[in-house]
């Protein structure tokens, strides 16, 4: 029975005049579909590889279809269904659950799995071409095409061209154009399914062109987003493990077809923005930005990726120290031996980066420590902060914000966070921000990693033009499992990771309010405190200007006995100078000691404890063999 149309004799003769080279994508994908459509579903080739592997030849249907779920994060759309859609394609395909004919030795489906890809099929005819650049639908779209072998052969051949038709139609339009601000949709519809159909259709031949163009495009945009990778890097970089994921099929689908290999560009920036994935996932090997429940391991996809770069040295090395262990194994390396190892820090990547134009940064002591480290988004107008204890747990998680209130009035901050200053060396990481409130006043905000430390120097900066009783209220989300103690006589307080009995367990990190007294009997306008999971730091006070600052130690805190710290007299031309113009403070660990300087003011030369700075802010080491500070990090106004 014919399903379409029979062929007008002024179509035949336009196919025999045109060339493979010059036909378009568009007009090869609807030639396909104009042949009987019973007849293309049971040519499809069946791959009876069970076992899936990393090499892109032998990756069996079901490798393709479960590698759709690596890295897809939770992208806010329009419908409720696109995920739920995307888990049950993987769920049904990307298992061996298919069954095996035994006349025939190829497989076929169960009647669950028909029931399935008829619902599938059904709603991604529903949802394109109008929801096309949905990630959720597009990466369903990409699953489908990848287990055509299997669904293509059970369905109705009048679902299986309508589905077909549609896919094409969203793929013709994602090839005559170019990416916009949705990148990660248009690398599936411009890159990954064309391939993928040139994969499952190449017997049918006229697919040269379509392979060539593909790889071109997957070419130049790995080597822009590796200049620059902000179009995939949107909100806390979700898009970033999506679309290397994707690349990854891509490569697969052409090496099923013989396609030529990588050029040494492309692999080059294959390493790039896989380094820049790895930092931006936590020791569990999650993506960081990203609330924890929301994220994977997925193996497989970093051994995919180490393949892809043709095997690079350093990208095994620093997978094998940053990600679990099982990772580090499966490329034939020791990683607990290897992270013990100081000599592999020359050979490794920065360990920190700054990417200015997605707002998002990271900071951490060394590829080899699986703590201490913190990731930072600011594009957003509330701050979201991952910040990871000594041994890779999450100690804050989430929303980083900050509210003020003048004279008892909620202010509204209606500015997004600017970069002041970023500086990064051996000794520090320091990212400063900036926001506005109206036109009365301006938050600086303040994050500092100390490298060898391995201790976190948070603050906000209250800056107004007139004297008001102002308040500021610093606040951060706790990871889940925490629990907030502090002692009734004192300030500081101590974050624990709660037992499966209900006791406190280990202490996860230190919580410091250096700015207040250390005696609770001697605290005015300020608290520190938790409530519903969210750590408050609050300080009020009668003047122009307010400091809110917060150390958090993390390592070694087993062996953490005693801490101190004072607020410091601040002298200027022989004169004490109150809070409201800077504020110093010096704070003793054990045996170990450091002096933090911040100038609210215009700066000026002062002196604090012996030190005459000219400088906006300032955080130095003591040396106990001189008797001096030695430096970490000084910030100076611009000129």
């Not at 700054?354 to 080899?368: D, F, G, K, L, V």
């Not at 988004?377 to 900050?402: A, C, H, M, P, Y």
Request: proline content about 4%.
């Amino acid at each position: 029975m014919d399903w379409v149309k029979p062929k007008h004799r002024a179509k035949q003769l336009q196919r025999q005049e045109a060339t493979e080279n010059e036909i378009s994508a568009g007009a090869w994908l609807k030639q396909l579909c104009e042949d009987n459509v019973a007849l293309l579903q049971a040519s499809l080739p069946i791959d009876n590889n069970k076992k899936a592997k990393r090499t892109g030849e032998s990756a069996s249907i079901e490798a393709y279809v479960r590698s759709i779920a690596w890295g897809t994060g939770v992208w806010e759309t329009e419908s409720d269904t696109g995920l739920a859609m995307l888990q049950d394609l993987v769920h049904s395909f990307g298992g061996s659950s298919a069954r095996t004919n035994r006349k025939t030795a190829t497989p076929s489906l169960t009647p669950n799995q028909i029931a399935h890809a008829k619902k599938i099929g059904t709603w991604i005819t529903q949802q394109l071409p109008r929801a096309g650049y949905d990630p959720y639908v597009a990466l369903t779209c990409a699953g489908w095409i990848h287990a055509l072998p299997h669904v293509g052969r059970e369905i109705s051949p009048a679902l299986w061209l309508e589905v077909l038709q549609s896919i094409m139609t969203q793929v013709n339009r994602g090839w005559e154009s170019g990416p916009d601000e949705d990148v990660f949709p248009w690398i599936l519809w411009a890159c990954e399914i064309p391939l993928g159909l040139a994969k499952q259709l190449s017997h049918l031949g006229g697919k040269d062109r379509i392979v060539s163009d593909a790889l071109n495009r997957i070419a130049q945009l790995l080597e822009e987003a590796a200049e620059e990778p902000s179009p995939l890097m949107r909100l806390g970089a979700q898009d970033l493990r999506a679309a290397l994921a994707s690349i990854v099929r891509s490569r697969w689908s052409a090496d099923s077809v013989g396609a030529r290999k990588w050029y040494p560009p492309q692999r080059k920036a294959i390493v790039k923005l896989a380094t820049y994935a790895l930092g931006l996932s936590d020791a569990e090997g999650r993506q960081l930005l990203f609330d924890e429940a929301d994220t994977n391991l997925d193996t497989e996809f970093w051994l995919a990726l180490y393949e892809l770069s043709d095997r690079n040295a350093k990208l095994a090395n620093t997978m094998a120290c940053a990600l679990p262990d099982s990772v580090g194994k499966s490329l034939k390396l020791k990683p607990a031996r290897m992270r013990k190892d100081k000599t592999l820090d020359t050979s490794m990547p920065k360990q920190s980066q700054y990417w200015e134009n997605s707002s998002i940064a990271t900071m951490r002591r060394s590829w080899r420590d699986p703590g201490c480290r913190l990731a930072v988004d600011f594009s957003s107008d509330v701050t979201w902060l991952d910040l990871l204890g000594e041994k890779g747990n999450r100690i804050f998680s989430g929303d980083w914000d900050v509210e003020v209130e003048k004279d008892n009035k909620p202010q509204i901050i209606d500015h997004a966070w600017q970069e002041l200053c970023w500086f990064t060396d051996d000794d520090v990481d320091y990212l400063e921000l900036e926001c506005t409130i109206g036109e009365e006043c301006k938050i600086q905000r303040q994050v500092m990693l100390m490298r060898d430390e391995g201790m976190v120097f948070f603050a906000d900066a209250l800056i107004a033009q007139e004297a008001a009783r102002w308040k500021l209220k610093s606040t951060w989300s706790l990871a889940h499992g925490l629990r907030f103690t502090y002692d009734a006589k004192v300030t500081e307080a101590k974050l624990c990771r709660d037992r499966m009995d209900g006791e406190e367990g280990e202490t996860v990190a230190l919580l410091l309010p250096v700015a207040m007294p250390e005696w609770r009997r001697s605290l005015k306008d300020a608290s520190l405190d938790c409530r519903d999971s969210t750590l408050q730091l609050t300080a009020e006070c009668n003047a122009k200007s307010l400091y809110n600052p917060l150390v958090v130690p993390l390592r070694s805190l087993s062996t953490t006995k005693a801490y101190t710290w004072r607020q410091l007299t601040i002298a200027e031309e022989l004169r004490i100078q109150p809070r409201d113009i800077a504020e110093a403070y010096r704070l003793q660990i054990n045996r170990d000691q450091w002096v933090f300087y911040r100038s609210l003011t215009p700066c000026t030369r002062r002196t604090v404890m012996g030190l005459h700075l000219n400088t906006e802010f300032y955080a130095g080491r003591f040396c106990p063999d001189d008797g001096q500070f030695e430096a970490i990090v000084e910030v100076n106004p611009d000129e």
